[in-house]
C-alpha cells in the first residue's frame, strides 16, 4: 500500500464524491443527476471545468460563486472529502475486484443517504430500498440460494426482518413522531449488509452516538443560553439515519460485536 496509490485512490474517490453531491441535491428535484452542466444554484451561472476540481475549487474560491458570490455549502467539500476517505479504507481491505465494487457502491449509497437526510430529514424511499437490495442479493449470491436458508447462514437471512421489526413498533406506538419508518427500511438492509450480530451492534451504537449528539447539543445551548432561532429540545427533530450509517461505518471497519465482546481495530491493517 504505497503511498501514491493512496493518493490517488482518494482523489479518483474525490471525484466520484462531486457526483455523489449532484444525486443528492437533484434527487427528487425532476433533474437527472446525469444529464446537464452543473450550475450555481443561486445564479443558473454553468460551472466551468476549474470550478469543479473537488474541494481545491472550493478552497480556491473561498467558498463562493466565481459570479454572484453566493456562499456555496460546505457540504460540497465534506462530500468529496468523506467520499475519498471511505474509496481509501475500502481499498485497503484488499478484497477482490467485484467485492471492492460492491462495497463501494454500498458505501458511496449511504454516504448519499445520510447527507440527504441531514439536508430534508427524510430518507429517500429509492436509495434505501436500493441499498437493501443490493445487500440482499450479494448475499444470496456469495452464499447460495440454498444454502442462505440453512444454519448458520439463516441468521443473516432473517436479521434484515428481525432489526426492521423494533422500528416498526416504535413508529407504530409513536405514530411515527419518535422515529420514522425510513429507519426501519434502513435496518432492513443493515441486517442484509452487516448480519443479525453486526447489524444489531451497528444500531446499538446508532442510538448511543445519537444520544450523545443530542445532550451534548442541549448541554452547551443551555450553557451558552443561544437565542438562534433553531434551538435543540427534547420534541426536536434529529434525522437518525446519518446516526444508523455512522454506526454501520463504525462496525463494518472494526468489526465491533457487543454481543460477543469482540472488536478488531486492525481490521484494515
Known sequence: MDFP?????????????????VVIYRYNSGLSPLKGRSQCFACGHNLRWYELVPIVSFIIQRARC??????LSWQYPAVEALSGMIFVAVYMLGKTLPET???????????IIAVYDLRHKIIPDGLVAFFAILSLAWF?????????IYFPHYWTLVAGPILFLPFLGLWLVSRGKWLGLGDGKLALGIGWFLGAALGGSAIMLAF????????????????????GAERLSMQSEIPFGP???????????????????????????
Open 101 to 111: 465494487i460492491y462495497l463501494l457502491v454500498i458505501f458511496s449509497t449511504l454516504l
Open 140 to 148: 444470496l449470491w456469495t452464499t447460495g440460494f440454498v444454502r442462505a
Open 208 to 227: 448511543w452516538i445519537g444520544a450523545g449528539f443530542a445532550l451534548v447539543i442541549l448541554a452547551i445551548q443551555r450553557i451558552g443560553r443561544s437565542g
Open 66 to 71: 466565481r459570479e454572484c458570490g453566493v456562499r
Open 243 to 269: 446516526f444508523l450509517i455512522l454506526g454501520v461505518f463504525i462496525v463494518y471497519f472494526t468489526h465491533i460485536n457487543f454481543f460477543d465482546g469482540s472488536i478488531d481495530f486492525f481490521s484494515l491493517l
Open 5 to 21: 496509490s493512496l493518493v490517488f485512490i482518494f482523489i479518483f474517490g474525490a471525484i466520484i464524491g462531486s457526483f455523489l453531491n
